[in-house]
């Protein structure tokens, strides 16, 4: 779409107008990076101001605002209808169709459901199976006896070793590595010796993997992904967990061996969970939380160590005196020890002193 009205956009995401309908649009973008022609967004009461300073042209705003000063889209859901918007000024990129590439090296033993597309570079083993409308990307590797459910997509360079299994919608992005060994040694007359890695990797449905994460598989049995989590780039899960229903787990994450979480739990950035934890439903952990125990259902935690938020928030407070209190205590010292010298300092009594007048009176006579 080259240009079009702000009266057209706002039928387009059924809101209402403030201001001229006939106002040409020609690109949608964020406020900082608008130019004049362009619609932006603003969703939060605390970016309100940056509206008139914004070379936008428009802007959509949530439905209760008061004016801004500028033309606008009022909506109830600001974000939606600005994907909306983008999507009509830059649709997205649809693949063309390629089915099998001539260049992917497909295991004859290999099954693809209907309408697969395979590119250029995809190494299929021995006993896959891959549902309908999989997309496989190029450079993808899938090892043998692994099975793909429908509507799967997998990004450039993913690795699925033996034995993984791929729920229905799944989407992992490049470069991933599901179903590695686990890190499992054990120590034999002073050597490292590789613990048993027979085990394998479960994603149920509606999963989504960031970009360059690992998930290793089970010693003997499975590493699962539970439905619907969804999981950011830079994330280690090792081998033997269970992360349950619909868990936010975000970058940098680090999950050792044999932990579990509930569902709908939410790991910020650079949580550490150590091995065998059990991490209760919708539990909250803050970004780089180091958990030491397990975390019980529906509690927030914070720090290193990690404890419940009140506890951190208070902690942090008393955290942040502490250079007076120091102060103080140093203060407090040097008047004690000003105390402790007048009491242990000799003293000289009244009948002390009519003592020496005396003997010095007798010395004289």
């Known amino acids: 779409m080259a240009m079009t009205t702000l009266g057209q956009l706002a039928q387009l995401v059924e809101g209402t107008l403030d201001g001229d ?32 300073t ?24 600001v974000r939606t209808a600005f994907a ?37 570079g995809a190494s299929i083993g021995p006993e896959v199976v891959l549902g309908d409308r999989v997309t496989i990307h190029a450079n993808v590797v899938i090892m043998g006896r692994c099975r793909i459910g429908n509507d799967v997509t997998l990004f450039p360079g993913v690795v699925l070793y033996r ?10 992005h490049a470069n991933s590595v599901i179903g590695a060994y686990g890190f499992g040694y054990d120590t034999v007359r002073g050597q490292h010796l590789r613990g048993d890695q027979l085990g394998y990797v479960i994603l149920e449905a509606d999963v989504e993997v960031g970009a360059n994460t690992t998930i290793d598989r089970g010693t003997y049995g499975p590493t699962v992904i539970g439905t619907g989590t969804k999981i950011d780039n830079l994330v280690m899960i090792a081998h033997n967990c269970r992360l349950g229903k619909h868990n936010l787990i975000c970058s940098q994450v680090g999950i050792a061996g044999s932990s579990t979480t509930g569902d709908y739990v939410v790991m910020a950035g650079q949580v550490g969970v150590p091995d065998h934890v059990k991490i209760g439903n919708r539990a909250i952990l803050g970004a780089k939380a180091g958990i030491m125990r397990d975390v019980p259902d529906d509690i927030t935690v914070l720090g290193i160590p990690a404890t419940p938020e009140r506890d951190q928030m208070a902690k942090q407070a008393a955290f942040a005196k502490l250079p007076d209190m120091r102060r103080q205590l140093r203060d407090l010292q040097r008047q004690v020890d000003r105390l402790t010298a007048r009491l242990t300092a000799p003293t000289t009594t009244a009948a002390d002193e009519s003592s020496t007048a005396a003997h010095s009176a007798n010395e004289a006579a």
Do not use: M
């Open 21 to 52: 309908a006939s106002l040409p649009i020609e690109g949608a973008e964020i406020l900082t990076e608008a130019v004049a022609g362009q619609i932006s967004f603003v969703d939060h009461t605390k970016l309100r101001d940056r509206i008139t």
């Open 54 to 77: 914004s070379a936008a042209s428009a802007v959509i705003i949530p439905t209760d605002w008061p004016e801004v000063g500028k033309p606008a889209i009022r909506v109830s859901q």
């Open 84 to 120: 909306a918007i983008v999507n009509q000024f830059r649709p997205p990129y649809v693949e063309p169709t390629t089915q099998v590439s001539a260049h992917a090296q497909i295991d004859p033993s290999a099954k693809c459901g209907a309408d697969c597309q395979i590119h250029a």
């Open 163 to 172: 034995d993984t299994e791929v729920g229905d919608r799944v989407v992992i």
